[in-house]
């Protein structure tokens, strides 16, 4: 099976700009979860959903949003870049939907705001 | 809430020695799932090793095996044989079976092995 996969890979945004990133899930898996890595907050938790529902949301400003299409795939948004939103920005899925299954991660979006 | 620490940032090993990576965590939940995590200097994030706190087995998966002690609240990761490719950010990860349910993982231990 093909792993998570996430685009872009890369990307330079400026402050006040808006961003949309894509995870493409397992196949066959009906749980996406995104996190943000920084080298000071170390990996925080930002939402996860199932059957496009989001089923947790963690401690982030209403600017991040996500949404998850019927074919698993998940798309995260970001409104009014800050500087402080530069991050890795990793997604995993899971498969049967149990909280407690193993998430597989995807290589990550790193995004640089200016 | 849950928290996960771990609390050795750098640790280093000789190629072919062992190395034991700490992590503690705090959950008030009976049921919970424990994970270690490898992120390489790429960047893709990879699971080493899964335990279940309800069995008292210590996982095991080839070179790598886990001291798991649920009254200390203690999830130690060993490595053994240590290769060069075993350099990477090990992260532990804890998750409820009730309560948050979300993934709560520690800062990281940057591991390098020394050839």
């Known amino acids: 099976k093909a792993g998570v996969t996430q685009t872009p890979r890369y990307l330079i945004k400026t402050r006040g700009q808006q961003v949309t990133l894509s995870c493409s899930p397992i196949?066959?898996?009906?749980?996406v979860s995104w996190y943000q890595q920084t080298p000071g907050q170390g990996l925080q938790f930002l939402f996860e959903?199932?059957?496009?529902?989001?089923?947790n949301k963690g401690n982030f400003p209403g600017r991040f949003s996500g949404r998850q299409f019927s074919n698993s795939r998940s798309e995260m948004n970001v409104s009014t870049l800050e500087l402080g939103d530069s991050a890795l920005y990793l997604c995993?899925?899971?498969?049967?939907?149990?909280?407690?299954?193993?998430?597989?991660f995807g290589p990550g979006t790193r995004l640089t705001v200016l | 809430a849950q928290t996960v620490t771990q609390s050795q940032p750098e640790m280093s090993v000789q190629e072919a020695e062992t190395v034991t990576l700490s992590c503690t965590y705090d959950t008030s939940e009976s049921d919970y799932y424990l994970f270690w995590y490898k992120q390489p200097p790429s960047r893709q994030m990879i699971l080493v090793i899964r335990?279940?706190?309800?069995?008292?087995q210590n996982a095991t998966e080839n070179r790598f095996s886990v001291n798991f002690q649920k009254a200390a609240k203690s999830f130690s990761l060993k490595i053994s044989d240590s290769q060069l490719g075993d350099a990477a950010m090990y992260f532990c990860a804890l998750v409820e079976q009730g309560g948050s349910e979300k993934l709560v993982f520690g800062k990281g231990t940057k591991l390098t092995v020394n050839p």
């Open positions: 196949s066959g898996h009906r749980s």
């Open positions: 995993a899925s899971s498969g049967s939907g149990r909280r407690t299954d193993t998430q597989y």
């Open positions: 959903y199932f059957s496009e529902t989001q089923r």
């Open positions: 335990q279940e706190a309800y069995k008292q």
